[in-house]
Nanobody, 127 residues
Framework: QVQLEESGGGLVQAGGSLRLSCVVS????????VGWFRQASGKERECIAS????????YYAETIQGRFTISRDDDKNTVYLQMDNLKPEDTAVYSC????????????????????WGQGTQVTVSS
């Protein structure tokens, strides 16, 4: 079974940047499509970014498009989420999830498609 561990969350002022990391262990990272999800207090969990196994396919939610960038380094078994120009409405718990996809260039946005999840990391953006 694959294990996922997020890091890089914290408190930042509006307009600032953070880079989240999702380390994949226990299995070969390149066998997994990975998604970043977030859940703000009182709101439903949403997929904000996803990356295919090959790294060539990516998805971004409209709410973060142009500000966040997802990438992967399979040599380091790590998927990143670079978050720039952060806004107070980005405050949430951010989690990564992995899906052992048969397809190399497909990304996934539905939480139910992912079996393996990290514990999450808190991101707080002050105004």
């Amino acid at each position: 079974q694959v294990q996922l561990e997020e890091s890089g969350g914290g408190l930042v002022q509006a307009g600032g940047s953070l880079r989240l990391s999702c380390v994949v262990s226990g299995r070969t990272a390149s066998n997994y499509a990975v998604g970043w999800f977030r859940q703000a207090s009182g709101k439903e969990r949403e997929c904000i970014a996803s990356i295919s196994r090959s790294g060539t396919g990516t998805y971004y939610a409209e709410t973060i498009q142009g500000r966040f960038t997802i990438s992967r380094d399979d040599d380091k078994n790590t998927v990143y989420l670079q978050m720039d120009n952060l806004k107070p409405e980005d405050t949430a718990v951010y989690s990564c999830a992995a899906y052992a996809s048969l397809f190399t260039d497909v990304w996934f946005v539905t939480a139910g498609q992912y079996r393996d999840w990290g514990q999450g990391t808190q991101v707080t953006v002050s105004s």
